[in-house]
């Protein structure tokens, strides 16, 4: 079992940057597949950034050059640096982690964009 806890979302302006973090429970943190999906209202939840055990990482193309996802294997945690955020980037934030057929969810935090 593996616990998420998502943090780091809040208000910011158009051009604005956050950071979210996502601290993990358990020991085999580092074994697992980690990434950060977004829930707009009345959208689907979509993938936003992923980062594998070996540290590869994919972005959606909306994100490219805008956000970076790291982890650090030693805190158990995984970050989502955000920068030049949009009001389109406005979403509830989900981390997640994979490892074979497991996954599991944080319960998300919020961000809005908004002058």
């Known amino acids: 079992q593996v616990q998420l806890v998502e943090s780091g979302g809040g208000l910011v302006q158009p051009g604005g940057s956050l950071r979210l973090s996502c601290a993990a429970s358990?020991?085999?943190?580092?074994?697992?597949?980690m990434g950060w999906y977004r829930q707009a209202p009345g959208k689907q939840r979509e993938l936003v950034a992923a980062?594998?055990?070996?540290?590869?990482?994919n972005y959606a193309d909306s994100v490219k050059g805008r956000f970076t996802i790291s982890r650090d294997n030693a805190k158990n945690t995984v970050y989502l640096q955000m920068n030049s955020l949009q009001p389109d980037d406005t979403a509830v934030y989900y981390c997640?982690?994979?490892?074979?057929?497991?996954?599991?969810w944080g319960k998300g935090t919020l961000v809005t964009v908004s002058s």
């Open positions: 997640n982690a994979g490892l074979s057929s497991l996954t599991y």
């Open positions: 980062i594998t055990s070996g540290g590869s990482t």
């Open positions: 358990g020991s085999i943190f580092r074994l697992y597949a």
